[in-house]
């Protein structure tokens, strides 16, 4: 065998060993790769599995929280349920309402207005128990003095005391008005007549320097022992009768026979 053949064979011995060398380095470069893909495979089935246990985890925290919301529905359901229960107590306390009810019992309050209705009333025998001409006996007695003056006298000929309220309502002849009142002559008190007492008031008939108008005889005379009486006394008058003009006056009921006959 010649030297080129020898090296032609060497140099191809040469690159077959190059060849092998690389095919096995490629070999163990793939097999680092595939181990790596393997490797990462794996954790990324790890982490797959991580998350999907996780998931679970979550899911189940969703689910719970889900459960949570329901609970929360339910329980405000059950607190809307409670809020009626509540509104039905609020009714209940309608009924301590009704107690402010009672407080209009402030009523009361109204008893008081009638308290005062009385003491205001009871100018016109509200409080006190008037004087009635079925209990009384009244008297008209022509002055002369002060001119021109009748004195009333009421006396109490029942048993009980009773009162004279107020001033009397006179009507003399066919007279169609009641004559107004001195308001000096008011006193402090009403009049109280125990049985067999007696209370007066006076009657300026006419002006005594002839100054009224109107003037006319009368003969007869209603007393109304106040404004609000319904029935009246019928005492007499002298038999030629009295004489009234414009200028008629009254006195309240007073307890003096000379406090009436002052004015």
Not at 117 to 132: K, L, N, R
Not at 159 to 173: D, E, I, M, Q, T
Not at 191 to 218: F, K, Q, R
Request: net charge negative; hydrophobic share 30%; proline share 4%.
């Amino acid at each position: 065998m010649s030297a080129r053949t020898a090296r032609t064979r060497l140099l191809a011995a040469a690159a077959l060993t190059v060849a092998t060398l690389t095919l096995t380095a490629c070999n163990s470069a793939e097999g680092a790769r595939n181990e790596g893909d393997s490797a990462g495979s794996s954790s990324a089935s790890s982490s797959s599995a991580s998350a999907s246990d996780s998931s679970p985890t979550a899911s189940g925290g969703t689910s719970t929280g889900a459960g949570q919301v329901g609970g929360a529905a339910d329980q405000a359901s059950k607190d809307s349920t409670g809020g009626t229960g509540t509104t039905g107590t609020t009714g209940s306390s309608g009924t301590t309402g009704s107690t402010g009810a009672s407080g209009s019992t402030g009523s009361t309050g109204s008893k008081g207005s009638n308290d005062s209705a009385s003491d205001s009333g009871s100018d016109f025998g509200a409080v006190f128990t008037p004087c009635s001409p079925t209990s009384t006996r009244t008297t008209a007695t022509e002055v002369s003095r002060p001119l021109n003056h009748v004195l009333l006298t009421v006396t109490n000929t029942g048993s009980k005391n009773c009162n004279l309220v107020g001033y009397p309502a006179v009507r003399f002849g066919e007279a169609q008005s009641v004559p107004p009142a001195i308001e000096d002559s008011k006193p402090q008190a009403v009049v109280t007549l125990a049985p067999g007492e007696s209370g007066y008031a006076s009657v300026l008939l006419s002006a005594a320097d002839g100054s009224g108008s109107d003037g006319y005889t009368a003969k007869t005379l209603e007393v109304y022992f106040n404004s609000q009486s319904t029935s009246a006394a019928r005492p007499s008058l002298p038999t030629k009768g009295v004489y009234v003009d414009s200028s008629i006056t009254v006195s309240y009921w007073q307890s003096d026979m000379g406090d009436a006959l002052s004015w």
